[in-house]
Every structure is written in structure tokens, then in C-alpha cells.
């Protein structure tokens, strides 16, 4: 911005003054004052061509420190993109092997609950055995069969 306000600070005094020097201390002829205004501004052109040039160097500089950083932060931004992959590909095998040992787990279960059933089936039918071996006792012993 310091540059372009300087830019036009020199541009409009270089107008100023060659018009003022032509309107105060004309020339003879009229080429020779477009002459000299047309040198005027010449100079001035040249002048502000060869202080901008500075300016430019420094903005093609700052450029340059740009897209350095720009690449820069793109390797950053791979990197944290490959660790990204990296965590989710984790994260899916020991998904996958939850989910294997959920089954698992859900099988050995049914397998349990099953065995479970026939514990309780065969222990119902033991209690009725053992129920049934008793009332024939008893009858037994009521009807006098069954002597101390």
C-alpha cells in the first residue's frame, strides 16, 4: 500500500509540475511544450518503473515464502492424512475382530444355555425319580411291605 500511495504522490506532482512550467514559461512553439511535457512524463514513468521494482522484488519474496509454506503445510497435511488412514484401518480390523469375537461369544452362549436346559431336564427328571422312589417307599411302608 506505501508503495502505490508513493506511486501516485510522484505521479501527480511530475503532472503538476510540467503543467505549472508550461503555463508559467510557455515555449515558442506548441510541439515544444507537448515535447516537453511528453519528456516530463517519460522521466517520471522511468523513475517510478525503476523505485517499484524494489517493491515488486519484495512481494515476489514474500511469494516465494508463501508457497513454501503452502508446501509446506500440504506435506503437513499428507502426513496427518496418512496417520488418519493408518488409525481407521485399526480401527476397522479391531472392529472386525470385536465383532468376530461378539459371535463368537453369542455361539458359546447358545451352546451354554443349551447345555444348561439339559442340566435342568436331567435334574427335573432325577427329582421325579427320586419323588416317584419315594411315594413307592412310602406306599410300602403303609401297606406294611417294608419292615424295619
Known amino acids: 500500500m506505501k508503495s502505490y500511495t508513493q506511486t501516485l504522490m510522484i505521479q501527480a506532482f511530475t503532472v503538476l509540475f510540467s503543467v505549472f512550467l508550461l503555463l508559467l514559461k510557455p515555449l515558442p512553439d506548441l510541439w515544444m511544450n507537448i515535447a516537453c511535457y511528453l519528456l516530463a512524463m ?35 497435511v499428507q502426513v496427518a492424512s496418512s ?9 476397522y480390523i479391531t472392529l472386525d475382530e470385536n465383532n468376530s469375537f461378539a459371535n463368537t461369544v453369542f455361539l458359546q452362549t447358545r ?10 431336564e436331567n435334574i427335573r427328571q ?23
Open 42 to 76: 517519460a522521466g517520471a514513468t522511468v523513475f517510478l518503473w525503476l523505485t517499484s521494482k524494489k517493491p515488486l522484488n519484495e512481494v515476489d519474496k514474500e511469494a516465494k515464502e508463501v508457497q513454501a509454506a503452502m508446501e509446506k503445510l500440504n506435506f503437513e
Open 83 to 91: 496417520q488418519v488412514a493408518s488409525v481407521s484401518e485399526q480401527l
Open 111 to 120: 451352546d451354554m444355555a443349551e447345555l444348561n436346559r439339559q442340566v435342568n
Open 126 to 148: 432325577t427329582v421325579d425319580v427320586v419323588k416317584h422312589l419315594m411315594e413307592t417307599l412310602e406306599e410300602g411302608i403303609a401297606n406294611g411291605a417294608v419292615r424295619d
